[in-house]
Protein backbone atom coordinates (compact mmCIF):
# COMPACT_ATOMS: atom_id res chain seq x y z
CA UNK A 1 0.00 0.00 0.00
CA UNK A 2 1.20 3.59 -0.70
CA UNK A 3 1.70 6.12 1.92
CA UNK A 4 -1.37 8.03 0.12
CA UNK A 5 -3.81 5.11 0.12
CA UNK A 6 -3.06 4.36 3.70
CA UNK A 7 -3.71 8.43 4.05
CA UNK A 8 -7.13 8.12 2.17
CA UNK A 9 -7.90 5.42 4.52
CA UNK A 10 -6.73 7.29 7.59
CA UNK A 11 -9.25 10.22 6.76
CA UNK A 12 -11.98 7.89 5.48
CA UNK A 13 -12.31 6.46 9.15
CA UNK A 14 -11.96 9.89 10.76
CA UNK A 15 -14.51 10.94 8.75
CA UNK A 16 -17.23 8.07 10.24
CA UNK A 17 -15.48 8.75 13.48
CA UNK A 18 -14.11 5.65 13.94
CA UNK A 19 -10.93 6.51 15.23
CA UNK A 20 -9.43 9.94 16.39
CA UNK A 21 -6.15 11.53 17.26
CA UNK A 22 -4.56 12.23 20.37
CA UNK A 23 -2.40 15.35 20.40
CA UNK A 24 0.83 15.66 21.75
CA UNK A 25 1.29 17.78 25.22
CA UNK A 26 4.59 19.65 25.88
CA UNK A 27 5.56 20.64 28.81
CA UNK A 28 8.19 22.76 30.24
CA UNK A 29 10.77 20.65 31.46
CA UNK A 30 13.76 21.29 33.57
CA UNK A 31 15.77 19.35 31.36
CA UNK A 32 15.87 20.10 27.39
CA UNK A 33 14.68 16.69 26.67
CA UNK A 34 13.65 16.00 23.42
CA UNK A 35 9.59 15.57 23.16
CA UNK A 36 7.81 13.19 20.55
CA UNK A 37 5.18 15.45 19.01
CA UNK A 38 3.12 13.00 16.87
CA UNK A 39 -0.33 12.27 17.29
CA UNK A 40 -1.40 8.81 19.06
CA UNK A 41 -4.23 7.05 17.20
CA UNK A 42 -6.65 5.38 19.40
CA UNK A 43 -10.36 3.88 18.02
CA UNK A 44 -13.29 5.97 19.04
CA UNK A 45 -14.67 2.79 20.53
CA UNK A 46 -12.55 -0.95 21.55
CA UNK A 47 -15.82 -3.14 20.92
CA UNK A 48 -14.94 -2.29 16.83
CA UNK A 49 -11.29 -3.38 17.18
CA UNK A 50 -12.29 -6.30 19.78
CA UNK A 51 -15.00 -7.22 17.17
CA UNK A 52 -12.54 -6.84 14.21
CA UNK A 53 -10.17 -9.05 15.51
CA UNK A 54 -12.59 -11.71 16.23
CA UNK A 55 -12.24 -11.34 19.90
CA UNK A 56 -14.71 -12.26 22.46
CA UNK A 57 -14.43 -12.53 26.18
CA UNK A 58 -12.30 -15.44 26.17
CA UNK A 59 -9.89 -14.41 23.74
CA UNK A 60 -9.19 -11.55 25.41
CA UNK A 61 -9.14 -13.13 29.21
CA UNK A 62 -6.49 -15.15 27.59
CA UNK A 63 -4.20 -12.36 26.34
CA UNK A 64 -4.28 -9.44 28.39
CA UNK A 65 -1.48 -8.01 26.99
CA UNK A 66 -4.37 -7.41 23.67
CA UNK A 67 -6.92 -6.89 26.64
CA UNK A 68 -4.88 -4.06 28.07
CA UNK A 69 -4.54 -2.37 24.61
CA UNK A 70 -8.49 -2.56 24.45
CA UNK A 71 -9.20 -1.50 27.85
CA UNK A 72 -7.07 1.55 27.50
CA UNK A 73 -8.38 2.56 24.39
CA UNK A 74 -12.09 2.39 26.42
CA UNK A 75 -10.62 4.09 28.99
CA UNK A 76 -9.27 7.13 26.65
CA UNK A 77 -12.55 7.41 25.49
CA UNK A 78 -14.14 7.48 28.61
CA UNK A 79 -11.86 10.38 29.75
CA UNK A 80 -12.30 12.54 26.92
CA UNK A 81 -15.80 12.94 27.47
CA UNK A 82 -15.45 13.97 31.02
CA UNK A 83 -12.59 16.48 30.26
CA UNK A 84 -15.06 17.55 27.16
CA UNK A 85 -17.71 17.96 30.06
CA UNK A 86 -15.18 20.01 31.76
CA UNK A 87 -14.08 21.94 28.57
CA UNK A 88 -10.40 20.50 28.93
CA UNK A 89 -8.41 18.50 26.37
CA UNK A 90 -6.51 15.35 26.74
CA UNK A 91 -2.87 14.70 25.58
CA UNK A 92 -0.56 12.01 25.84
CA UNK A 93 3.34 12.31 26.70
CA UNK A 94 5.84 10.43 24.96
CA UNK A 95 9.79 11.40 25.40
CA UNK A 96 12.78 10.33 23.41
CA UNK A 97 14.06 8.39 26.47
CA UNK A 98 10.91 6.32 26.57
CA UNK A 99 8.84 8.14 29.39
CA UNK A 100 5.42 7.77 28.49
CA UNK A 101 1.89 9.02 30.43
CA UNK A 102 -1.06 7.67 28.97
CA UNK A 103 -3.41 10.40 29.35
CA UNK A 104 -3.09 14.14 30.21
CA UNK A 105 -5.78 15.98 31.27
CA UNK A 106 -5.65 19.27 31.03
CA UNK A 107 -7.83 22.03 31.60
CA UNK A 108 -7.95 25.66 30.29
CA UNK A 109 -6.79 27.26 33.69
CA UNK A 110 -3.80 25.83 33.44
CA UNK A 111 -4.57 23.07 35.65
CA UNK A 112 -3.42 19.51 34.24
CA UNK A 113 -3.09 15.80 35.83
CA UNK A 114 -1.44 13.14 35.10
CA UNK A 115 -2.88 9.65 34.54
CA UNK A 116 -2.01 6.06 33.62
CA UNK A 117 -4.36 3.56 32.48
CA UNK A 118 -3.59 -0.17 33.70
CA UNK A 119 -6.17 -3.52 33.81
CA UNK A 120 -4.79 -3.92 37.24
CA UNK A 121 -2.53 -5.66 39.85
CA UNK A 122 0.25 -3.98 42.33
CA UNK A 123 3.32 -4.32 40.06
CA UNK A 124 0.84 -2.54 37.28
CA UNK A 125 -0.28 -0.01 39.70
CA UNK A 126 3.28 0.50 41.66
CA UNK A 127 4.65 0.70 37.48
CA UNK A 128 2.31 3.26 36.68
CA UNK A 129 2.52 5.34 39.87
CA UNK A 130 6.30 5.48 39.29
CA UNK A 131 5.97 6.85 35.73
CA UNK A 132 3.93 9.45 36.95
CA UNK A 133 6.23 10.30 39.49
CA UNK A 134 9.22 10.99 37.10
CA UNK A 135 7.35 12.82 34.64
CA UNK A 136 6.06 15.24 37.58
CA UNK A 137 9.16 15.71 38.48
CA UNK A 138 11.02 16.36 35.48
CA UNK A 139 7.91 19.67 34.90
CA UNK A 140 9.50 22.76 36.00
CA UNK A 141 7.42 24.36 38.40
CA UNK A 142 8.78 27.76 37.99
CA UNK A 143 7.02 27.90 34.41
CA UNK A 144 3.98 25.85 34.58
CA UNK A 145 1.69 24.60 37.22
CA UNK A 146 2.42 21.18 39.07
CA UNK A 147 -0.04 18.38 38.44
CA UNK A 148 -3.14 19.08 40.10
CA UNK A 149 -3.10 14.99 40.58
CA UNK A 150 -1.51 12.07 39.83
CA UNK A 151 -3.90 8.97 39.07
CA UNK A 152 -3.72 5.42 37.75
CA UNK A 153 -6.84 4.51 36.39
CA UNK A 154 -7.57 0.78 36.75
CA UNK A 155 -9.74 -1.65 35.46
CA UNK A 156 -10.54 -3.94 38.76
CA UNK A 157 -11.89 -2.37 42.16
CA UNK A 158 -15.15 -0.96 43.93
CA UNK A 159 -13.20 1.89 45.72
CA UNK A 160 -10.72 4.84 44.84
CA UNK A 161 -7.78 5.38 47.55
CA UNK A 162 -4.87 7.94 47.81
CA UNK A 163 -1.63 6.01 48.24
CA UNK A 164 0.69 7.40 50.45
CA UNK A 165 3.07 8.58 48.30
CA UNK A 166 -0.23 10.66 46.86
CA UNK A 167 -1.08 8.84 43.58
CA UNK A 168 -4.76 8.34 43.50
CA UNK A 169 -5.58 4.81 42.65
CA UNK A 170 -9.37 4.77 40.68
CA UNK A 171 -10.98 1.82 39.18
CA UNK A 172 -12.99 3.02 36.01
CA UNK A 173 -16.23 2.28 37.69
CA UNK A 174 -15.75 5.50 40.07
CA UNK A 175 -15.15 7.79 36.97
CA UNK A 176 -18.81 8.33 36.64
CA UNK A 177 -19.53 9.30 40.42
Known amino acids: MSED ?8 LKKIFLIE ?3 AWSPNLRSKTAIRT ?3 RYFVDS ?3 AAALGLGPEDLIADLNTFGLLFETMAI ?4 VYADALDGQVYHYRDKNGLECDTVLHLRNG ?3 LIEVKLGGDSLIEAGANTLKQLADKIDTTKMKSPSFLMVLTGVGQYAYRREDGVYV ?3 GCLKD
Open 5 to 12: TIASYIIA
Open 38 to 40: SNT
Open 21 to 23: DMP
Open 170 to 172: VPI
Open 77 to 80: RDLR
Open 111 to 113: NFG
Open 47 to 49: SVA
